[in-house]
């Protein structure tokens, strides 16, 4: 069946340090790939997204590539800041079906 | 409305007692999904609506649990006979078709707490 399985947190790390929080898949067929965030107090909402292999999506300096080979979508940030501290959540999806296979996220502090 | 909405946003209850739990999506949206999310995992699938059907109720967790949608807008979850391993976060959740892996866009949650 398929699944998501994410590094387990929490992640600490100081200010302006470089993020990786590692994701890997198992799907049948090609599913597309997210990343949402939850921030402290708020709902989950999409940080970026990836459809097909080798596509990279990015936003707000995160970046995660579509790696088929070795079935990851491994989240990073050259330099994070106090103000990414939240809950990240690796999910999958596959077209033509309506379910979205969510990861048990990570909680990631930055400190000053 | 400009966002997914949920109530209450905190309930506590006692075993044994019936709650519901309401989901107002974005206007639009014809895809709405509850999800359950216990303290230190992952987000649990429990059903999807297309407009007012549901193809798959099979995430429920037992038949204590039921969801309806009307005028393909609000939602109601309701658990009946509530047990403590019913305390969770609710989450709720719609996207503007569904099928199309678009972004889902989330409430903030329905804390249930069972006492």
């Known amino acids: 069946g398929n699944s998501v399985t994410q590094m387990e947190g929490p992640v600490t790390l100081s200010e302006e340090a470089f993020l990786t929080i590692n994701c890997t898949y198992t799907?049948?067929?090609?599913?597309?790939l997210f990343w949402y965030v939850q921030y402290p107090g708020e709902g989950l909402q999409l940080l970026l997204k990836?459809?097909?292999?080798?596509d990279k999506g990015s936003n707000k300096g995160f970046e995660a590539t579509y790696r088929k080979e070795t079935t990851s979508f491994h989240l990073e940030k050259g330099s994070v800041q106090v103000s990414d501290s939240a809950v990240y959540f690796c999910?999958?999806?596959?077209?033509?079906?309506?379910?979205?296979?969510f990861g048990t996220g990570t909680r990631l502090k930055v400190l000053a | 409305g400009a966002g997914v909405s949920q109530s209450p946003s905190n309930k506590v209850t006692e075993k044994g007692k019936d709650v519901e739990l309401r989901c107002d999506p974005i206007?639009?949206?014809?895809?709405l999904y509850w999800y359950r999310q216990r303290l230190g995992q992952g987000l649990e699938f429990l059903i999807y609506?297309?407009?007012?059907?549901?193809?798959?109720k099979s995430g429920l967790p037992s038949d204590r649990f039921s969801a309806e949608r009307t005028g393909e807008s609000v939602s109601t979850l309701t658990i009946q006979r509530t047990q403590q391993e019913d305390s969770a976060v609710y989450l709720c959740?719609?996207?503007?078709?569904?099928?199309?892996?678009?972004?889902?866009?989330f409430g903030e949650g329905s804390r249930l707490t069972v006492l």
């Open positions: 990836a459809t097909k292999a080798d």
């Open positions: 206007s639009g949206h014809t895809a």
């Open positions: 959740a719609s996207s503007l078709r569904g099928f199309d892996t678009g972004e889902l866009f």
């Open positions: 799907a049948t067929g090609y599913p597309s």
């Open positions: 999910a999958l999806s596959r077209a033509g079906t309506y379910k979205y296979i």
């Open positions: 609506f297309q407009g007012n059907s549901a193809p798959d």
